[in-house]
């Protein structure tokens, strides 16, 4: 069983920056692709961005494009998540997501290709 803890969400003015943070319990992250959501209230999840395992190769949303980088480090076992020029669309609960189910060499934006998920943070950007 992997544990997922997100921390760094918070409430931010439109156009600036905040840093996620996922943190999870297994010692074979490296071995799983990761990626984060997010849910709007009223709305249904949507993928926001994946990395690979050994983190070369990264995916995104059209809409955060550009502004939104997805990093990893796994000595630490933690994935990030940099959100610059924030927008107050961008407020939603994020999660982050790993897979122990499909290869760490690819990268993953359904939903259904996770199988462990954090607990979500807010973040909410006021206009």
């Known amino acids: 069983q992997v544990q997922l803890v997100e921390s760094g969400g918070g409430l931010v003015q439109a156009g600036g920056s905040l840093r996620l943070s996922c943190a999870a319990s297994?010692?074979?992250?490296?071995?799983?692709?990761m990626g984060w959501f997010r849910q709007a209230p009223g709305k249904e999840r949507e993928f926001v961005a994946t990395?690979?395992?050994?983190?070369?190769?990264?995916d995104y949303a059209d809409s955060v494009k550009g502004r939104f980088a997805i990093s990893r480090d796994n000595a630490k076992n933690t994935v990030y998540l940099q959100m610059n020029s924030l927008k107050p669309e961008d407020t939603a609960v994020y999660y982050c997501?790993?897979?122990?189910?499909?290869?760490?060499?690819?990268?993953?934006?359904?939903?259904?290709?996770?199988?462990?998920w954090g607990q979500g943070t807010q973040v909410t950007v006021s206009s």
């Open positions: 297994d010692r074979t992250f490296s071995s799983y692709a």
């Open positions: 990395i690979t395992g050994s983190g070369g190769n990264t």
């Open positions: 997501a790993l897979t122990t189910a499909y290869s760490a060499n690819y990268y993953y934006t359904r939903e259904y290709e996770y199988n462990y």
